[in-house]
């Protein structure tokens, strides 16, 4: 095993431009048509985008929904990059993917979000490019928060001595209703800089926000928090895109939102603070989304009490839950008194939703 740590991870080549702007990968989400692949790079080319962007395998959610174009994709890459001179990136998942890509010159491979979650999968790709010094792998974030599983996707690339590495933050799957997509919690990609300081490390605000109104604003906060580049979703037709068509936006929309986008220079006690408040949001917004599900849980449970008949406030078990919630908020070091209080709101808008049920 390589003694290779996080640390010892420098920033990419194309990091830190002199201009000192941030590093900016674009392009669809997939590569649908050579058509729509090139329409898009010749949009994007010249607006500030680094490097061209465009899924040829898509790990998909569900099985029947488009699952990219497969190999063949990879000639329009290469088109891509003849006629526009970007580098090109695509992600990959398997030995066969990371055969077909470097065969095919893919300047930038990134290792998906579902791949990240497969320690198996991440292995199988750090051994297809032992010792590889020449491509740029980026890993994305696992699909759970959880840093260690990110971390050690990217041990097992630099155990295998690949040196041009970096990390992309695009939020977590969570259940239930939430502001963004993926959730952006924050504190895991502060965490993983602390581990590789010197590593590139970008935000994908597509991904994160599920919708395009959010590019913009998540954009400007991942560079006010100091990731080094962004990773965007950029398509000549986005509204018939046939994947993430939601989160994707036009070329021209791109260059106008890198026109706003504000770099500033690091002033480190600002920076913290704001780091803090980001945590700050994303805990209200998952307090929030915690708080709507259990809501709709409640009126589930309403329903079922008027069908069978039953009260809507049984004083037994508020008792029991009241003080099961007490004993675990000790543990926790929440104050009782806060945490009565707490509960008592919630309690009471439970009742009054059930209350407020209509008869069946
Ligand atoms: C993508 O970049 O299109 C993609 C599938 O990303 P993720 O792995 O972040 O879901
Ligand atoms: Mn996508």
């Known amino acids: 095993m390589s003694t290779v740590t996080l640390k010892d991870i420098g920033p990419l080549a194309f990091a830190n431009s002199e201009s000192g702007s941030p590093i900016v990968i674009a392009g669809?989400?997939?590569?649908?048509?050579?058509?729509?692949?090139?329409?898009?790079?010749?949009?994007?080319?010249?607006?500030?985008?680094?490097?061209?962007r465009a899924g040829v395998w898509k790990p998909r959610t569900m099985p029947g929904s488009f699952e990219g174009m497969g190999d063949q994709a990879l000639a329009w890459l290469q088109a891509v990059k003849r006629e526009t001179g970007m580098l090109v990136a695509t992600e990959v998942a398997t030995e066969a993917h990371v055969r077909a890509a470097l065969d095919a010159g893919i300047d930038i491979l990134w290792v998906g979000a579902r791949t990240t979650a497969n320690p198996f999968a991440v292995q199988e790709i750090a051994d297809t490019l032992m010792c590889n010094d020449e491509v740029t792998v980026l890993v994305k974030n696992p699909l759970n928060p959880d840093l260690d599983l990110w971390m050690g996707a990217l041990q097992r690339l630099a155990g295998a001595g690949i040196t041009r590495l970096g990390a992309v933050h695009r939020g977590?799957?969570?259940?239930?209703?939430?502001?963004?997509?993926?959730?952006?919690?924050?504190?895991?990609?502060?965490?993983?800089?602390?581990?590789?300081?010197?590593?590139?490390?970008?935000?994908?605000?597509?991904?994160?926000?599920?919708?395009?109104?959010?590019?913009?604003?998540?954009s400007q906060l991942a560079l006010d928090a100091g990731f080094d580049g962004l990773m965007i979703?950029?398509?000549?037709?986005?509204?018939?895109?046939?994947?993430?068509?939601?989160?994707?936006?036009?070329?021209?929309?791109?260059?106008?939102?890198?026109?706003?986008?504000?770099?500033?220079?690091?002033?480190?006690?600002?920076?913290?603070?704001?780091?803090?408040?980001?945590?700050?949001?994303?805990?209200?917004?998952?307090?929030?989304?915690?708080?709507?599900?259990?809501?709709?849980?409640?009126?589930?449970?309403?329903?079922?009490?008027?069908?069978?008949?039953?009260?809507?406030?049984?004083?037994?078990?508020y008792q029991a839950l009241i003080k099961a919630r007490l004993d675990e908020a000790r543990t926790l070091g929440l104050s009782q008194e806060f945490t009565q209080r707490i509960m008592q709101a919630i309690h009471e808008e439970s009742v009054q939703q059930q209350l407020d049920l209509p008869d069946n």
């Open 172 to 218: 977590f799957s969570s259940a239930g209703a939430h502001l963004y997509r993926n959730d952006p919690q924050w504190h895991i990609p502060f965490e993983l800089r602390r581990h590789a300081p010197g590593m590139t490390i970008l935000c994908d605000p597509s991904h994160i926000g599920g919708k395009r109104e959010f590019v913009e604003p998540l």
């Open 233 to 317: 979703e950029s398509h000549c037709d986005p509204d018939n895109a046939l994947s993430d068509s939601a989160q994707q936006i036009l070329p021209e929309t791109l260059k106008s939102i890198l026109g706003k986008l504000v770099v500033r220079s690091g002033a480190p006690v600002e920076d913290e603070l704001s780091l803090l408040r980001q945590q700050i949001d994303d805990c209200d917004h998952e307090l929030l989304a915690v708080l709507a599900r259990r809501m709709s849980v409640s009126r589930e449970i309403g329903s079922y009490k008027k069908s069978h008949n039953l009260r809507v406030v049984q004083p037994a078990r």
């Open 28 to 52: 669809p989400c997939s590569a649908e048509t050579e058509q729509q692949t090139l329409a898009t790079a010749r949009a994007l080319k010249g607006i500030g985008v680094t490097a061209f």
